[in-house]
C-alpha cells in the first residue's frame, strides 16, 4: 500500500498542529520528522522536545529522520519522546547492526538511509533488520531541492532484493517528491512517500496532499 508521509519540516511551525491535521485530512498516514545537527549535514532542525510536543497533537506515527553524528547517543531521548520509526544514515553509523538493534530494544521501527552516492548493495546485510529503507532522492540537508533521477535505479534495486530476499522492508524515498515526479517513484517499487514542500508550500496542504496521494494510488495501479 501506498502511503504518504507529509515532511514538517516544511511546514508553518507557527501553526504546526493545524498544519499535521490538515495533511492528515489530506490523506497523509505518517507524520516525517528530519532531524539535522549541522555537522552531518549543512542545517539544524528539530530534536525530543519537537516530537514530545508532536506526540501531543496527532495519533500518526512519528517519523524520525536522523540526520546526525553519534545517532545512538540520541535513541533513547527520541523513544521517550514518543518516537515510532527512527531512520539512520549508512554513512553515519560506525556499527550500523548494533544501532539498529538499539532502535529496536527500545521499541520502535528501525530504519536505514542512503545518500544519492551510496550503493544500495551496501545494505544487503541488514535489509532483514529494518522496517523500511529511505532512499535520499536529492542531498540531505534542505527542502525544496530538485529530485536526482538515479534514485530511481535505487528504488527498482532495493524492489528486487525485497522480491529475491523474501522481505517486507518499505521503500521511502524523500526529497523532490512532487507532482511531477510522484508517478516515476511510486512506478520504481517506492510505498512510502515523504513529501514536504509540495504539501505545505503555498498554505493547502490538506488540498496538496490529497492530491499527491491521488496521483500515488493511480501509479500503483489502485482507486484514488
Request: glycine share 8%; aromatic share 4%.
Amino acid at each position: 500500500m501506498v502511503e504518504l508521509a507529509p515532511s514538517i519540516l516544511a511546514s508553518d511551525f507557527a501553526h504546526l498542529a493545524d498544519e499535521v491535521r490538515a495533511a492528515e485530512r489530506g490523506g497523509g498516514t505518517v507524520i516525517h520528522v528530519d532531524v539535522m545537527d549541522g555537522h552531518f549535514v549543512p542545517n539544524i532542525t528539530l530534536g525530543p522536545p519537537m516530537v514530545k510536543s508532536l506526540r501531543k497533537v496527532t495519533s500518526l506515527p512519528l517519523d524520525c529522520h536522523l540526520m546526525i553524528e553519534n545517532p545512538d547517543d540520541f535513541i533513547p531521548a527520541f523513544a521517550d519522546a514518543g518516537a515510532d520509526w527512527i531512520s539512520v544514515h549508512y554513512e553515519a553509523c560506525r556499527h550500523l547492526h548494533r544501532t539498529l538493534e538499539l532502535i529496536a530494544q527500545h521499541d520502535m521501527r528501525p530504519a536505514v538511509v542512503i545518500n544519492p552516492a551510496t550503493r544500495v548493495n551496501f545494505l544487503v546485510e541488514i535489509l532483514p533488520m529494518v522496517h523500511h529503507v529511505l532512499v535520499m532522492s536529492v542531498n540531505p540537508g534542505f527542502g525544496g531541492q530538485s529530485f536526482i533521477p538515479n534514485a530511481l535505479t535505487k528504488i527498482r534495486r532495493l524492489a528486487e532484493l525485497r522480491q529475491e530476499m523474501g522481505l517486507g522492508f518499505r521503500i521511502e524515498v524523500d526529497g523532490g517528491v512532487a507532482k511531477d515526479t510522484i508517478a516515476r517513484i511510486v512506478e520504481a517499487g517506492a510505498d512510502l512517500l515523504v513529501a514536504g514542500s509540495a504539501i505545505f508550500d503555498n498554505g493547502n496542504a490538506e488540498e496538496n496532499a490529497r492530491e499527491l496521494l491521488g496521483l500515488a494510488r493511480q501509479a500503483s495501479g489502485l482507486k484514488a
